[in-house]
């Protein structure tokens, strides 16, 4: 699979098969992840998988916009080092989970990312999990063999490209 067929093709699934995966795959992505551009090259993060079925339920309670973690067979947390990027880590983290995303797709899994960074969920996701004091939870990612097949739509290009100055519709 090519990066734009990768990209324009993949979705955020909520439903898995009960299939295991694979930790040769789980290392793939992660590599992938750790290969992801960052300002200065401070590599602000870390990756935390878990596959315990009883995490990963306490997980989804947690987060309420998550529960089918419970049901993925890996769920991925990724953690931003703010000491080594205090002004851009949560970009930087982001693009890395962007990588780990698109591996995982093109090698026929399923992913969907909830935001932590900043919400209710991520102090008590942070005890859950052990994650020292100065670490940041920037999201958790939910990976497994999808069970559901979404469709796709997107705003048409022009609709959201501007050229020169915002509002000046063509070039």
């Known amino acids: 699979m090519d990066v734009m067929e990768a990209i324009k093709t993949r979705r955020s699934i909520r439903k898995y098969k009960s299939t295991p995966v694979e930790d040769e795959k789980i290392i ?9 551009p960052s300002a200065n090259n401070s590599q602000p993060w870390e990756f935390l998988v878990v596959k315990n079925p009883e995490t990963r339920r306490k997980l989804a309670e947690i987060h309420r916009y998550g529960r089918f973690m419970a049901d993925s067979p890996v769920v991925v947390v990724f953690i931003a080092d703010p000491g080594r990027s205090s002004n851009w880590y949560h970009g930087d983290v982001a693009v890395s989970v962007q990588n780990f995303l698109l591996a995982a797709h093109s090698m026929g ?28 939870v920037l999201c958790t990612v939910s990976v497994g063999y999808p069970d559901e097949k979404p469709g796709r739509n997107r705003r048409p290009l022009e609709e959201i490209t501007h050229w020169e100055k915002y509002g000046l519709k063509s070039k």
């Open 28 to 36: 793939e992505c992660l590599e992938a992840a750790r290969w992801a």
């Open 109 to 136: 899994l399923g992913t969907c990312w909830m935001g932590v960074l900043n919400t209710p969920f991520e102090e008590p996701i942070r005890k859950l999990l052990g994650i020292p004091d100065g670490l940041r």
